[in-house]
């Protein structure tokens, strides 16, 4: 798919400067972004969103993704390069359709791709594929991650040495339909329907040493607010919806994520990678399309969100990756960007 000339708007200068900062690659689509620094160099692993006709639906099926690619950057504002297909979802045995939010990680010599598929019988797992270039190609593990569900898996290695994955995900992410360890078809569309009971939130769990699979059973991350209480299903400004990520800072945890049909992204402060977490709000306002994904770095002793927007297609399902600087204010908090200007 080629998302050059697509639109004319983004050719008209008064239209581009509406926005905080402009697409990192116009050449295909791109979303989802989780950058990491892996060797001084940044490597970036979107979604490669695709115009596949797939009807739009709350489900999210209109985000029919087949394969990634792997783009990096020397620096911030250095020239993009794509990589090219590093892994495709003709090449993973056991999956079915829809390639999402994907996450990478270094260990032991080996890079390792974590990445969301729908299984033959429908039901989102997480699978992993290895490489010993972080560009790829990666090659799929023949199964997925035991144990593994839901969507949007983000890889933490610690101080410490210990990695962790967050994942999760509501609605088309499909963590409402998993009860005891069980997938219900029939169950819920959206969340838990329960809106005055705590909300459903993403789970954590430390990697095994091989990075291939779960070292202990699946926790939730829990989300209290200023009372010391778990957000409520029925707080859609506060509560988790999708896209985890988790950064530290001057020694504390920080999850962030996606408030989903409120299009936010909040942040939550923790003293372990377990949590919980405390609430803190909002750091930024909603960006053009319906969905919102970030990841979080350091380089150069400065901080820096990757995320996207619709800017050159219009369209939700074809989105473009972004990046700009981010800034944790002296309390700790993170201080709000605005991805459009007003
Ligand atoms: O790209 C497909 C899905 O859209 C991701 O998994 C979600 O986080 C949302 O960005």
Redesign the pocket.
Known sequence: QNAKNTNAETSDTSKKSKYLSQPLISEIYT??PSAHVFDGKIYIYP?HDIEAGTPENDN?DH?DMRDYHVLSMDSINGKVTDHGVALSVKDIPWAGRQL??PDAAFKNGTYYLYF?VKDKNDVFRIGVATSKNPAGPFKAEPKPIEGSFS??PAVFTDTDGSTYMYYG?IWG?QLQRWNNGKYDANGSKTDSQKENESALTAKVVRLSQNMLGFDEPVKDVVILDENGKPLLTKDHDRRFF??AWMHKYNGKYYFTY?TGDTHLLASAIGDSPYGPFKYQGTFMNPVEGW?T?HSIIEIKGKWYIFYHDTQLSGKTHLRNIKVTELTHNADGTIALIEPMKK
């Open positions: 979303a989802d979604s999210g985000f999402w939010a969301p969507i949007d995900g992410g999708e896209g996606s969905t994904h």
